[in-house]
Protein backbone atom coordinates (compact mmCIF):
# COMPACT_ATOMS: atom_id res chain seq x y z
CA UNK A 1 0.00 0.00 0.00
CA UNK A 2 1.28 3.46 -0.70
CA UNK A 3 1.14 6.32 1.63
CA UNK A 4 -0.16 10.34 0.42
CA UNK A 5 3.41 11.91 0.93
CA UNK A 6 4.68 9.00 -2.15
CA UNK A 7 1.81 9.91 -4.27
CA UNK A 8 2.36 13.54 -3.74
CA UNK A 9 5.96 12.73 -4.54
CA UNK A 10 4.92 11.11 -7.80
CA UNK A 11 2.47 13.75 -9.02
CA UNK A 12 4.39 16.58 -8.03
CA UNK A 13 7.98 14.96 -9.85
CA UNK A 14 7.13 12.62 -12.30
CA UNK A 15 8.78 13.01 -15.47
CA UNK A 16 6.05 14.08 -18.81
CA UNK A 17 5.34 11.42 -20.62
CA UNK A 18 6.61 11.31 -24.55
CA UNK A 19 2.79 12.10 -25.56
CA UNK A 20 3.32 15.37 -23.09
CA UNK A 21 6.68 15.89 -24.52
CA UNK A 22 5.02 15.93 -28.19
CA UNK A 23 1.64 18.21 -26.89
CA UNK A 24 4.22 20.81 -25.17
CA UNK A 25 6.12 21.35 -28.52
CA UNK A 26 3.33 21.36 -30.93
CA UNK A 27 0.63 23.56 -28.67
CA UNK A 28 -1.98 23.78 -31.68
CA UNK A 29 -2.22 20.47 -32.24
CA UNK A 30 -3.24 20.12 -28.42
CA UNK A 31 -5.30 23.38 -28.14
CA UNK A 32 -7.06 21.64 -31.19
CA UNK A 33 -7.68 17.90 -30.65
CA UNK A 34 -7.53 16.75 -27.29
CA UNK A 35 -9.59 16.75 -24.71
CA UNK A 36 -9.27 16.47 -20.76
CA UNK A 37 -11.62 15.95 -18.24
CA UNK A 38 -12.28 18.93 -15.52
CA UNK A 39 -12.66 16.20 -12.52
CA UNK A 40 -10.60 13.37 -13.39
CA UNK A 41 -7.91 15.22 -15.60
CA UNK A 42 -7.73 11.88 -18.09
CA UNK A 43 -6.52 12.98 -21.37
CA UNK A 44 -7.85 12.13 -24.70
CA UNK A 45 -8.28 13.03 -28.27
CA UNK A 46 -11.56 14.23 -30.13
CA UNK A 47 -13.17 11.79 -31.43
CA UNK A 48 -13.61 13.76 -34.53
CA UNK A 49 -10.03 14.17 -35.20
CA UNK A 50 -9.05 13.58 -38.94
CA UNK A 51 -6.77 10.86 -39.96
CA UNK A 52 -4.91 13.32 -41.88
CA UNK A 53 -4.30 15.82 -39.00
CA UNK A 54 -1.05 16.86 -38.15
CA UNK A 55 0.27 14.00 -35.60
CA UNK A 56 -3.20 12.33 -36.10
CA UNK A 57 -1.47 8.74 -36.41
CA UNK A 58 0.91 9.33 -33.06
CA UNK A 59 -1.82 10.81 -31.25
CA UNK A 60 -4.26 7.80 -31.88
CA UNK A 61 -1.55 5.58 -31.37
CA UNK A 62 -0.83 6.81 -27.83
CA UNK A 63 -4.51 7.81 -26.20
CA UNK A 64 -7.87 7.12 -26.38
CA UNK A 65 -11.42 8.86 -27.84
CA UNK A 66 -12.73 10.65 -25.13
CA UNK A 67 -15.80 12.22 -25.21
CA UNK A 68 -16.50 15.40 -23.00
CA UNK A 69 -20.36 16.79 -22.05
CA UNK A 70 -21.16 20.30 -21.81
CA UNK A 71 -19.58 20.77 -18.58
CA UNK A 72 -16.24 19.30 -19.49
CA UNK A 73 -16.64 16.23 -17.96
CA UNK A 74 -15.92 12.40 -19.48
CA UNK A 75 -18.77 9.73 -19.39
CA UNK A 76 -17.23 8.39 -16.28
CA UNK A 77 -17.21 11.48 -13.79
CA UNK A 78 -20.55 12.75 -15.24
CA UNK A 79 -22.19 9.64 -14.50
CA UNK A 80 -20.18 9.30 -11.16
CA UNK A 81 -21.46 12.97 -10.50
CA UNK A 82 -18.37 14.43 -9.89
CA UNK A 83 -17.22 17.83 -9.40
CA UNK A 84 -14.92 19.98 -11.51
CA UNK A 85 -11.30 19.78 -9.18
CA UNK A 86 -9.70 23.07 -8.17
CA UNK A 87 -6.73 24.01 -9.56
Keep these: ??????DDYVTRYKRPTAVEDYLTGYPDV???WINRCVS???VGF???????ARGAHYIK???EPLNLDDAGQCSVCAS?????RST
Design 80 to 84: AGARP
Design 30 to 32: ARR
Design 46 to 52: KPDMPDD
Design 40 to 42: CGR
Design 61 to 63: HEL
Design 1 to 6: MRCAAY
